[in-house]
């Protein structure tokens, strides 16, 4: 972070790959077993295509995501994004929340100070140590709002 201003942390594929592929796999088998029986039956053959589209969509945005390791976490002198959409300025931050959850899918949320805007969630898709994530953003906004006061901040 003090070298370039940025630290980037991509999606991690083995965190981010069981979660989809599990329901993936059980409703692979459940629709092997009845889908030939679909696409035999005239009324229910549009039903079986549109499962089988839909199946072949799904899919292809996992591995997109795990090819392209796509959304990504970026921390940076401007605030915390969460791909491209998601995004809180380090002004706009209220404080760091504590980790929750239970241990496979445990959340740290960034709190604004907007009562009605959104939390940023952030899971271990992209950092492993959530505990420690946590205390280092916490570092690093505690630095970005001595930064604002100084008003070295763009």
């Known amino acids: 972070m003090h070298r370039n201003g940025r630290v980037e942390f991509p999606l991690r594929r083995w965190a981010f790959g069981w979660v989809p592929v599990v329901p993936l796999l059980g409703t692979t088998a459940y629709l092997g077993l009845g889908l030939p ?9 549009y039903v079986g295509y ?4 839909l199946y ?5 945005v996992v591995v997109w995501q795990l090819v392209m390791q796509r959304p990504r976490v970026v921390v940076d002198r401007r ?5 491209r959409w998601h995004f809180v ?3 706009e931050i ?7 959850g239970p241990s496979l899918v445990r959340r740290l949320r960034v709190l604004p ?3 009605r805007a959104k939390d940023l969630v952030l899971s271990q898709h992209h950092v492993n140590d959530l505990e ?5 953003l916490n570092d690093v906004l505690a630095e970005q709002r001595q930064l604002s006061q100084e008003g070295h901040l763009d």
């Open 37 to 45: 029986e679909m696409l035999d039956d005239g009324g229910w053959r």
């Open 50 to 53: 549109l499962i089988m589209v």
């Open 56 to 60: 072949v969509g799904a899919a292809g």
């Open 79 to 83: 605030g915390i994004h969460r791909g």
């Open 89 to 91: 300025a380090w002004s």
């Open 94 to 100: 209220s404080s760091i929340g504590a980790v929750s």
């Open 113 to 115: 100070r907007d009562v």
């Open 132 to 136: 420690s994530f946590r205390v280092w």
